[in-house]
């Protein structure tokens, strides 16, 4: 913890309010989730895409998919469209709920909600037994970085690092320029976006042969995730796994 998030942490205790509606808990709860929540969120248990992770949709056509054999685990997006990333991993769908829990810890100065979300990813990866050598996160442009006191990524990141015993390195990718958020871009505009944005710092342009697990908070399109892992991927990376807290539907 930097001096910041000691004053954060000061300020908003952790574990003495649920992460997720804020209600009173004891210390002991589970990713300081009350059992309301616990039992709310949608979780990412049950299908889902064996490519980037998303939960797979219970419709029609899945089940139709499903009686002929043909691309039944894989969601629509990634029937159609490749990615640089070899898996991705979520814990949860973002729905209403966990669009508001992460917004907190984003835009909330609730820097502690780190700790709580970063197990979550830990205990969603540990089970795929992966074998990983660096954890690195979704880099912020240093001027929201500065803004925020934060990278939520990188909170997470840390903890997941810390829980598979394995380097995190926050330094291998760079964000080299400002992009206008993209909670409003659609997919090709996301792209468009991301593109030129990230890079490698110098320093750190080789990773051969190692397998890279790379953190952010939402997969939505996989544009970042995508350009991030074409990155990674050049600079040699054998694997790119992606783990995100929450992605949007199938
Ligand atoms: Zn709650
Ligand atoms: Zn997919």
Redesign the pocket.
Known sequence: MNVREMLLDWLFPSNIYCICCGNLIDKSRTYALCDQCLGTIHWANDRT?I??G?ILADTERRRLLDELGEGQH??A??RHNTHYFDRGFTCMQYGSMEKEMIHRFKFNGCAYMGDKLGNILLDKILLENLSVDVVTAVPMHSKNQLKRGYNQSALMAKVVAKGLGVVYNDQVLIRKQYKAPMNKLDAEQRASNVKNSYGIHPKFGCFQNQSILLIDDIYTTGSTADECSRLLKEAGAENVYVLTLAAGAD
């Open positions: 895409c490519k980037c998303k894989l969601c997006d990634c």
